[in-house]
């Protein structure tokens, strides 16, 4: 079992930045892919950001390339989505969400097995 702990959320006005964590307990975090999603109200919970279980490939939805940067440390059981140039429409809660299937880095929320409770992000105009 894993269990995830994001955090970092918050108001921010448009243009601004934010940095949400997600801290993972378990000794294979390592192993695992590790997936960013945001569910905004009414609206299905989608992908924002994905990154390997090395780091070393990432990859993003359209709406956030070149905005949003994921990055993790292995040591520190963690992974982080920078958030940058923030926009009204970015705001929603923020899920981190763990695969387990070594070797692949899924961009589909249905491929990811564990997910943290969220952090509600709010981008004022």
């Known amino acids: 079992q894993v269990q995830l702990v994001e955090s970092g959320g918050g108001l921010v006005q448009a243009g601004g930045s934010l940095r949400l964590s997600c801290a993972a307990s378990g000794r294979t975090f390592s192993n695992y892919a590790m997936g960013w999603f945001r569910q905004a109200p009414g609206k299905e919970r989608e992908f924002v950001a994905a990154?390997?279980?090395?780091?070393?490939?990432?990859y993003y939805a359209d709406s956030v390339k070149g905005r949003f940067t994921i990055s993790r440390d292995n040591a520190k059981n963690t992974v982080y989505l920078q958030m940058n140039s923030l926009k009204p429409e970015d705001t929603a809660v923020y899920y981190c969400?763990?695969?387990?299937?070594?070797?692949?880095?899924?961009?589909?929320?249905?491929?990811?097995?564990?997910w943290g409770q969220g952090t509600q992000v709010t981008v004022s105009s």
């Open positions: 990154i390997s279980w090395s780091g070393g490939n990432t």
């Open positions: 969400a763990a695969d387990r299937s070594y070797g692949r880095t899924p961009v589909l929320k249905n491929e990811y097995d564990y």
